[in-house]
């Protein structure tokens, strides 16, 4: 009914390739145009832009001999070709690349939508968040990353539309990583009984493959710093960057200058359980108040406050009964009053992530058709 | 920069007040060229639709000379002077009529969307849904309620974006509703201590206005399995009405016959204490399991079976743990596995109601322009 949209996409990944599967399923899906990982790009024939990339089958469409293989192309000379296109085209960004992200206003400027779970744009220094939004308006374009927080859960959606609305968002709160989730609901769950001690917990999640290869990058807690950046951004707050406020690192100080090496990360598992008194510490500190350590994040946005660490929560809390490696968020507003809008579940693995990905494509592909 | 749309509302209760003032907030809002309350009809004139009438002060716009007024309109009669409006134009059904939301199809079939917390319109018969997707279908307009379920609450945007996206939605579960969540969570508290009788319980929600005027129609579960049916319809199931399936009520079978009357409801509320041993056993029946019983809704998928009616639920569960007069509604799918997706909060209330209408409204703004 409407003229066809045009798709890159970039990554295949875990997430990538949960979306694929996903776009390939899609009724009146787009026509995918461009598939780029690492080191090789797959695109349909200029000028006319066809055949496109068969979703379903994209492992093997790069023996397709109607499709143009390449290397590596530059975000520049991506944009180029979207921008080329017979008709509107967006990018879905499923990479974690800081440089493409960082590249995503010369693709707004240029009418190419964005829809991504890439948290590096919306979480990097204020003035490429600011760049985006206002190349998108430039380019009359449009962006949607619900998967940057939370994964497919309904978070960036709901904080947009009570903003949007005219509510007053007071305060949120929330556990933001799937992987500390998992380790403190497991180091010292609510109903007790627990006496594995942390670095064996810390192993067995990097075991179940719960944390990142290094799980250094999941305990500094630069992941929930960014989560946290892009929810204050969104609630009004000008946070200069993921490190312009206090983030309580679980990396003991003596650790944190080993390498980022595979034998750096073995070290830093051989040594952690030396600091396994000290997290003990912590987990009795609390139940002796009655309560249980949680790693949360929160933004007050009257007093203009981010912040990243432990905190103490009541045994009967939402945030101290969370099961597995779930997040949970809570908005406080004005108009919900004392009990919050809160939305909880799991919050990372590929199949939500990438469906975060797909419903915004969904929304984007409504608005320009 | 786009063309104005055109905007039609009906009702000023509670939610169309509260909707009203988040409109006259609105950038870039829609030209509002009709309100049509009870037996009141303010129009922007014809043929030029201008002026418009100011959301702002819509309770004395109708002493401005240059706006044209009228008893009550048909739907067919505000459908034809909508659909004349030289733009889109848009509905916004803030009552909870049945006759207005059995002609939603008019408006449909003749371009002009739809966005309402009515549910009487998806929610009765299966024939009325289907017409009223099929005629925004032929009429390429659009259809959002998503106050319809848990008033401003994710809800149906969460269920829709997961069938969208492809995800297997095997059960949903919850408390759907403000009033039923307050009796429960009073009277028979997770935390225990309470000795408030049933009938005390609802005497002091309906004094709080937390009941409809007539609390039967809260205790006869009729809202919940209209809510039901909603979440059932889009999870796939072709419930024929919300009637077609077990309702549990809580008005006693031998006070069911009294009249709807003023003098009926007083009735009633002075014999409802003579049930108070009935409600006592029950509450008492559950903690002796140890649980606490709440009144819930579940839509079993696979099973295609719709439930409304009393539960036990463990002490420490979410649903038992609901605080004051909230909503909880647990999506269970194929990608989410056994931790359900979890949405909290108030489900009831002016402004978050009008919050969910106006989020939808901006939505239909944004795919319309």
């Given amino acids: 009914m409407s003229a066809p949209i045009y798709l890159g996409v970039i990554g295949v990944g875990g997430v ?10 899609l009724p009146n899906a787009p026509k995918l145009i461009l598939l780029a990982r690492s080191s090789q790009t797959l695109l349909s024939p200029t000028p006319s832009y066809s055949p496109s990339i068969p979703a379903a089958e994209w492992k093997t469409a790069v023996e397709t001999p109607s499709l ?8 520049d000379e991506i944009a180029s070709y979207l921008a080329s296109a017979p008709g509107r085209s967006v990018l879905v960004d499923n990479t974690s690349d800081p440089a493409l992200a960082s590249s995503y206003p010369v693709f707004l400027r240029k009418g190419i939508s964005i829809v991504t779970p890439n948290k590096k744009g919306f979480s990097s220094d204020l003035s490429l968040w600011k760049d985006i939004f206002a190349s998108a308006a430039e380019g ?9 927080v ?4 309904p978070v960036i959606s ?6 949007a609305t005219g509510d007053e968002v ?3 709160e929330g556990v933001f990583s799937g992987t500390l989730s998992f380790l403190f609901n497991t180091f010292a769950p609510a109903s007790g009984g627990s006496d594995a001690k942390w670095s064996e917990v810390v192993a067995k999640a990097k075991e179940l493959g719960y944390t990142e290869p290094d799980p250094r990058d999941d305990l500094n807690g630069m992941d929930v710093a960014r989560k946290l950046t892009i929810l204050a951004r969104i609630a009004g707050l000008d946070v200069q960057s993921p490190d312009s406020f206090p983030i309580e690192s679980l990396i003991p100080a003596e650790l944190a200058s080993l390498p980022s090496s595979s034998d750096g990360i073995t070290q830093f598992m051989t040594r952690l359980p030396e600091f396994d008194a000290q997290m003990a510490g912590i ?12 790693y949360v994040g929160s933004v007050d946005v009257g007093k203009k406050e981010v912040r990243v660490g432990l905190q103490q929560f009541d045994k009967d809390s939402a945030i101290a009964g969370l099961k597995g490696s779930d997040n949970i968020i809570s908005f406080y507003t004005r108009r919900y009053g004392s ?4 939305v909880q579940g799991a919050g990372a693995g590929g199949d939500v992530t990438a469906m975060g990905v797909t419903a915004d494509l969904i929304k984007v592909l409504e608005r320009l058709s």
Avoid: C, M, W
């Fill in 339 to 342: 009990n919050p809008l809160i």
């Fill in 170 to 172: 007071t305060r949120i």
């Fill in 140 to 148: 009359k374009a449009l962006v949607y990353h619900e998967s940057t």
């Fill in 68 to 75: 143009t293989k390449s290397g590596a192309l530059t975000p």
């Fill in 16 to 25: 990538g390739t949960a979306f694929l599967n996903q776009l390939a399923r």
């Fill in 158 to 163: 709901t904080l947009k539309d009570l903003v």
């Fill in 150 to 153: 939370g994964a497919g859960l």
């Fill in 283 to 294: 987990k009795e500190g609390a139940e002796k108040a009655g309560k249980v350590v949680r």
